[in-house]
């Protein structure tokens, strides 16, 4: 079964940093695009930062020149690095993946969600 925890959300003052972690696990054949979303209180979940497998990115309005998602093909893991955060930035944070998936015995492409890491920042 392919898990997707993420982790490194937190309280953390405005103009602060946070580095976010994003570990695939199970039996994976290779990550492809990748993406971080998150959900403010009583909003909607947004696109945060994409990286496609030949390693475009594409990062919201509100969070470009602060925030860098990156990834380390060998360990399955995919970061969100946050500069100057904002209280703006206070969400649960998600992260998405596109693997392939090989816990069936035969290797799928498929589409997994992490369950979320909250990110509160005080103002």
């Known amino acids: 079964q392919v898990q997707l925890p993420e982790s490194g959300g937190g309280l953390v003052q405005a103009g602060g940093s946070l580095r976010l972690s994003c570990a695939a696990s199970?039996?994976?054949?290779?990550?492809?695009?990748m993406a971080w979303y998150r959900q403010p209180p009583g909003k909607p979940r947004e696109l945060v930062a994409s990286?496609?497998?030949?390693?475009?990115?594409n990062y919201a309005d509100s969070v470009k020149g602060r925030f860098t998602i990156s990834r380390d093909n060998a360990k399955n893991m995919v970061y969100l690095q946050m500069n100057s955060l904002e209280p703006e930035d206070t969400a649960t944070y998600y992260c998405?993946?596109?693997?392939?998936?090989?816990?069936?015995?035969?290797?799928?492409?498929?589409?997994?969600w992490g369950k979320g890491t909250l990110v509160t920042v005080s103002s």
């Open positions: 998405n993946v596109d693997l392939n998936d090989g816990s069936s015995g035969r290797v799928y492409p498929r589409n997994y």
């Open positions: 199970g039996r994976i054949f290779g990550l492809n695009n």
């Open positions: 990286l496609t497998g030949g390693g475009n990115t």
